[in-house]
């Protein structure tokens, strides 16, 4: 039988590869309804480890299920396990639910960076550890993580280190008004006052490095080892904790403490976002004309948060808001 030609073909001459279906792929996933509740304590080059039930002697070593995709997973995340939660060795559980997060502490690398970090979620409280001496403080640091903390809708506490080398009145001038926790440590006093800040809460200690961050752990939680370092002699700390860690408080509660950090982008910040953190100047902001000077923070002869003021609001706190806005804008050295 000679070669047919296409005009001689009918249906019943298609070929169908074998072994192929033609069914699409289904969409539906598993519930995973006897998933067990864990937090995320430590991330390890795609290694997961979880506090099953946030009890730190229940840890599980886990991977992310493929149909998470690339979705985030940090420190502090409440998520949902399946597979070998047993925690023995050589097991592993798998991430297959993220629980929506109640606060997220973002940064980016610089004021221009799209791409945002997440350093830590679901924390209550970010405590901001700056020295006082070796190296001296940075206000706009602080700043900056300030700006973060009320963002990502977490309670900044500025913690001041090092007391026995400097005097902290005027640090403590710069940061009255805001009305936030503000605990002195020294290498010599006990940190019962930070304690109490920490005890029963998720918090995450965020600093310049070499401002005793890890000090202030290994003080906090017995057998936390956390490696210390000494200030460079041109006043720059060095890089002693590498990775976000959370370890858990004696009294119950957890800290987080992350790298040290020589600067905080907040390109993922908006004014409004700020200023949505301060209840009465966020109502007055409402009334501002469109690219009110205030969003930059500078002064605008319309800008209604100064009739805020004088109607009763605090003048020392819109300077501090001011400040932070000017931060956030890039406008002070950070």
């Known amino acids: ?11 019943s001459d298609v070929r169908v590869r074998p072994g192929r279906g033609s069914r699409p792929r289904s969409k539906l996933r598993p519930e995973h309804a006897d998933a067990a509740a864990a937090m995320v304590v430590a991330v390890d080059r795609g290694r997961w480890t979880c506090a099953l039930d ?16 690339r979705t985030p997973v940090v420190v502090g995340d409440a998520v949902e396990l399946v597979g070998d939660t047993s925690g023995r060795p050589d097991t592993l559980a798998r991430i297959v639910r993220v629980v929506d997060r109640t606060s997220v502490l973002r940064r ?3 004021d221009t960076d799209p791409y945002e970090r997440i350093v830590v979620a679901n924390a209550e409280r970010l405590v901001i550890v700056a020295a006082l001496a070796d190296p001296p403080p940075r206000t706009g640091l602080i700043d900056r993580c300030l ?15 090092k007391s026995d080398l400097a005097a902290p009145d005027e640090v403590l001038d710069t940061y009255s008004a805001l009305g936030l926790p503000i605990v002195v440590t020294n290498m010599h006093a006990l940190h019962e006052n930070l304690l109490d800040q920490l005890s029963g809460r998720v918090c995450a200690l965020v600093g310049h490095s070499g401002v005793g961050k890890s000090t202030l752990v290994n003080t906090l939680v017995p057998h ?13 700390g060095r890089h002693t904790s590498t990775s976000a860690v ?5 009294g119950g509660g957890w800290v987080v403490d992350t790298p040290g ?16 953190a301060f209840t009465g100047f966020a109502e007055a902001a409402e009334e501002c004309p469109p690219n009110c000077g205030h969003l930059g923070g500078g002064d605008d002869p319309e800008c209604n ?25 890039g406008r002070d050295d950070a």
């Open 54 to 69: 946030g009890d730190p002697e229940r840890l599980v070593t886990a991977m992310r299920a493929r149909e998470l995709g």
């Open 108 to 110: 980016t690398a610089d």
């Open 224 to 236: 936390a080892d956390r490696a210390t370092g000494v200030v460079s002699g041109v006043g720059k």
């Open 147 to 161: 700006v973060a903390a009320y963002a990502g809708g977490l309670t900044p506490v500025l913690c001041l280190t």
């Open 261 to 276: 950090i020589r600067s905080f982008g907040l390109a993922h910040v908006t004014a409004d976002d700020l200023i949505s």
């Open 1 to 11: 039988m000679g070669r047919r030609g296409w005009r001689d073909l009918d249906e």
């Open 305 to 329: 948060l100064d009739t805020y003021v004088t109607e009763g609001g605090s003048v020392e706190q819109l300077h501090s808001l001011r400040r932070l806005l000017r931060s956030r804008a």
């Open 246 to 250: 959370a370890l858990p408080l004696p």
